[in-house]
């Protein structure tokens, strides 16, 4: 089994920054893709970023291009997601993911991820 433990989340305000970590334990998540997928209140999951194994492939939704980016630190088993200039319509729970593969796919597919974190609140507002 994978444990994923999100951490990085709070409230900050319209054009401020946060990062988030995703600490991964049990099984070896090097040979995992991570993603990070995201809930607002009253919508459905939505695929924020994903990174390969590697780290070679990242892949970013539409919504957050330019302004988040994805990175990992195999050696310390932790998948980062940078948030830069956020915006109200960034609010949510963050959540860490992984599926049982090693890439990413284009676009999110929830059924895809076998792994799931707890989740980590985001609130960006003045």
């Known amino acids: 089994q994978l444990q994923l433990v999100e951490s990085g989340g709070g409230l900050v305000q319209p054009g401020g920054s946060l990062r988030l970590s995703c600490v991964a334990s049990?099984?070896?998540?090097?040979?995992?893709?991570i993603g990070w997928i995201r809930q607002a209140p009253g919508k459905e999951r939505e695929g924020v970023s994903c990174?390969?194994?590697?780290?070679?492939?990242?892949t970013y939704a539409d919504s957050v291009k330019g302004r988040f980016t994805i990175s990992r630190d195999n050696v310390k088993n932790t998948v980062f997601l940078q948030m830069n200039n956020l915006k109200p319509e960034d609010t949510a729970v963050y959540y860490c993911?992984?599926?049982?593969?090693?890439?990413?796919?284009?676009?999110?597919?929830?059924?895809?991820?076998?792994?799931w974190g707890q989740g980590t609140q985001v609130a960006v507002s003045s």
């Open positions: 049990g099984i070896r998540s090097d040979y995992l893709a």
């Open positions: 990174i390969s194994s590697r780290g070679g492939t990242t």
């Open positions: 993911a992984a599926p049982a593969r090693s890439w990413c796919r284009e676009s999110y597919i929830g059924s895809d991820y076998t792994y």
